[in-house]
């Protein structure tokens, strides 16, 4: 029997890429550093955000979002778990997240003059919001109360409504080069919430923790995985006594500047081993 | 306390990084004990000096007292094979055959110590690029270096334009700084370092809070060194609890033990004994005053003798003990001892006194 040939593998000299694509999203903070090893988000990519109840995951991307606001990049952030009232405390403890697009997926209805209209789903609301405006950055909080609201709207089987949005986010991507900042809840023990696709179809995985244990002051922002930057490298973060965020931009700097001290004296020891070993060579061959 | 010259300490950095031994990397299966100083590593001959022994016995967890016994009974050589088998059958069980650091000096083809992987020693030059951002960032004026046979370096420094009293007593002014060390036993260590001003004693405490010991080097763990320098810094240099100390060791007398143990170490690390020390500490001079009052100190026990009270202070002590390691007094003592010296002066003015344990009595 003739089978016919196939290849679907392309050298890469074959596919040609904008190079525009190349450039990342950047906010010019010290947040873009850790993203990417030349700085930025990466476009059309797909960042997952974890960390414990409290250690301020959603303020830590929403500030983010509003630095990548003001570079003049268009952004959304679409709650999934924080009502209205909820979001205005945020505006309050931060005034410049007001200018920010927020999608309220709780009781969102499809004829708002109607108070008797049928709602959207979850779903239904935010790809239709994603299909008409072509945002570069959106936070999605949180995928695990995405898949729940759903899941109670359309009866749909959670797997499958996570397929589809693991499909959607890709569908994206390529659409409008939109990169997510997908926040998901781990439990006290640092557990994942949720199914582990996530974790394997994303760009990288970016982790808030707290320094010493839960609710101590000093917390900080690191990746276990990303394919653009560098991992276990922490970003520390705080409040101040007036509640603003502050980036201990001078630790990071000060922590990478160490990482090469650490290298370099690793080198050194290898180096020095390296001599050695020529060394007993050369008296053990001449004697 | 006079500042070593930025030049002398150029030439410090680049003694320190070139004498610092060869970290080789190993297990103790990789060192065959050939005899009393002889070793093979990784099939490499190799003298041993007598601190490399000590190590490998600890290691091995060998009593010292072993191998003068050992020696008694079967003689040298068998000890050393004796030893070696030992090591043997320790190493065929893999927790014992952890991993090792051995500082070897290949160009004359000795090994200088060996140090347990659990404590990472930096490179010399890794040390002092530490160091330095320490130094020029509080303006720190270098007043000791020291370099010992296995490469371990110290730093003191002091902060001259600082000075703090200590209450209310009379010619206690001291400025301070830092002590800072490389070594195999501690990593990298930092102290306080105390310079009293009325005599120039200078003084190491390693006991107080502000100290910090990394005995791996991270980005956290170089942030919190440098945290606890800023800590320091932000209170001129005085320790946490020093002047309270200072005050309780003012009005505390030194015990015989007290005084029997500062004088038997300053004896150990100069080799001056009885009459040479007492300027220092009036031991003979102490004794002499019991003997005449009926006791005859040379049969109290060491419980008793901590229960003797002397006409010394515990600042007075702490202050002949300095002042031995900080001044030239025409004894050789290199800087490696005075600084063992100024640790151990620290160490007694942070201990609780031993008269601290008396209880005045209605009866």
């Known amino acids: 029997m003739n089978k016919k040939h196939i290849n679907l593998a392309k050298k890469a000299a074959e596919i040609t890429i904008d190079p525009n694509l190349l450039i990342n999203y950047d906010a010019g903070t010290h947040i873009d550093k850790i993203f990417s090893f030349e700085g930025g988000l990466p476009k059309s990519s797909n960042y997952m955000v974890t960390g414990p109840p409290g250690v301020a995951k959603s303020t830590f991307v929403l500030l983010y979002l509003a630095q990548l606001q003001q570079a003049g990049y268009k952004c959304l952030y679409v709650s999934s778990e924080m009502n209205r009232i909820d979001m205005e405390r945020y505006f309050n403890r931060f005034p410049e997240l007001r200018e920010l697009d927020i999608l309220y997926l709780q009781g969102l209805r499809k004829d708002p003059s109607d108070p008797d209209s049928a709602y959207f789903h979850p779903s239904e609301a935010f790809y239709l919001q994603m299909e008409n405006n072509a945002y570069d950055i959106v936070s999605l909080d949180s995928i695990a109360e995405f898949i729940e609201s759903e899941h109670y709207f359309s009866e749909q089987s959670r797997k499958a409504i996570e397929k589809q949005l693991i499909d959607k986010l890709s569908y994206f991507n390529a659409l409008n080069h939109t990169s997510f900042l997908l926040i998901q809840q781990v439990t006290k023990s640092n557990q994942f919430f949720g199914s582990n696709r996530f974790k394997h179809v994303v760009h990288g995985m970016m982790e808030l923790d707290y320094e010493d244990g839960e609710n101590s002051l000093n917390r900080f922002v690191t990746f276990s995985k990303n394919r653009s930057g560098k991992t276990n490298q922490r970003l520390y973060y705080f409040f101040d006594k007036t509640g603003k965020l502050i980036v201990d931009e001078k630790r990071y700097d000060e922590d990478l500047h160490t990482d090469k001290q650490c290298t370099s004296d690793q080198e050194k020891l290898e180096k020095e081993n390296a001599l050695f070993g020529n060394w007993v060579t050369t008296v053990n061959g001449n004697s | ?363």
């Open chain 2, 1 to 363: 306390m006079k500042t070593i010259s930025h030049n002398k300490v150029m030439e410090f950095k680049s003694e320190a990084i070139n004498k610092q031994p060869l970290r080789v990397k190993g297990t103790m299966s990789e060192l065959d004990l050939v005899g009393y100083d002889q070793v093979e590593l990784k099939g490499m001959g190799l003298k041993m000096t007598e601190t490399a022994r000590e190590h490998i016995w600890k290691i091995l967890r060998i009593h010292k007292s072993m191998d003068k016994l050992l020696a008694d009974t079967v003689g040298e050589k068998n000890r050393d094979a004796f030893i070696n088998t030992i090591r043997k059958a320790k190493v065929t069980d893999g927790a014992n055959n952890a991993k090792l650091l051995f500082l070897v000096d290949h160009q004359n083809q000795i090994l200088k110590g060996v140090v347990k992987d659990e404590i990472q020693l930096l490179g010399n030059d890794t040390f002092f690029s530490l160091a330095e951002v320490i130094i020029d960032k509080y303006g720190l004026d270098v007043t000791g270096l020291s370099l010992g046979d296995e490469g371990q370096v110290n730093i003191n420094a002091i902060h001259r334009n600082k000075f703090w009293e200590i209450g209310n007593l009379k010619d206690e002014t001291f400025n301070g700084g830092v002590s800072i060390s490389n070594d195999y036993q501690g990593g990298m260590q930092l102290s306080s370092f105390l310079n009293r001003l009325v005599c120039s004693n200078g003084l190491i405490a390693t006991k107080f809070s502000d100290t910090f010991k990394m005995t791996k080097m991270s980005p956290k763990n170089v942030h919190q060194f440098y945290s606890s320098v800023k800590n320091l810094a932000a209170r001129d240099f005085k320790p946490v609890g020093f002047s309270e100390k200072v005050i309780k060791a003012h009005h505390t007398s030194a015990s015989l033990r007290e005084m029997e143990s500062a004088s038997k170490f300053l004896t150990t690390l100069s080799g001056v004994r009885d009459s040479g020390l007492e300027k220092w500490v009036p031991l003979l001079a102490t004794e002499n005053r019991f003997r005449e009052h009926g006791v005859r100190t040379g049969k109290l026990s060491a419980a008793k003798k901590k229960n003797a009270r002397t006409g010394t202070t515990v600042w007075e002590l702490v202050n002949g003990m300095t002042h031995f390691a900080t001044h030239d007094n025409g004894i050789h003592l290199n800087q490696i001892k005075r600084d063992e010296i100024q640790i151990r002066a620290g160490e007694l003015l942070c201990k609780d006194y031993d008269m601290n344990n008396m209880v005045e009595s209605p009866f």
